[in-house]
């Protein structure tokens, strides 16, 4: 089994920055990769970026290229997701994911670990 905690959510303005963390214990964290996804109230749960177990291999959804940037400290078994330029659009409850194998997934069903989310908050 795989633990994931995520932290660093809040309220923040439109325009500004906010650093989520996902701390992550039970199993070797660097074989995993690993996805930060988000669920709106209203919407379906989409992901918004994900890594692969090395870290070479990265992924973004089209509505946070360029304002996102997900990373990861396999020393720290921790994964990071820096939001930048944030828009009220991007409020939603933010979820870190992890699978079994080391390769990059963009399907929710395809990972196996889940936390249990941080809110994110944009005014306008």
């Known amino acids: 089994q795989v633990q994931l905690v995520e932290s660093g959510g809040g309220l923040v303005q439109a325009g500004g920055s906010l650093r989520l963390s996902c701390a992550a214990s039970g199993r070797t964290f660097s074989n995993y990769a690993m996805g930060w996804f988000r669920q709106a109230p209203g919407k379906e749960r989409e992901l918004v970026a994900a890594?692969?177990?090395?870290?070479?291999?990265?992924y973004y959804a089209d509505s946070v290229k360029g304002r996102f940037t997900i990373s990861r400290d396999n020393a720290k078994d921790t994964v990071y997701l820096q939001m930048t330029s944030l828009k009220p659009e991007d409020t939603a409850v933010y979820l870190c994911a992890g699978r079994s194998t080391s390769l990059i997934a963009t399907i929710q069903r395809e990972y196996d670990y889940w936390g249990q989310g941080t809110q994110v908050t944009v005014s306008s």
């Open positions: 890594i692969s177990a090395s870290g070479y291999n990265t």
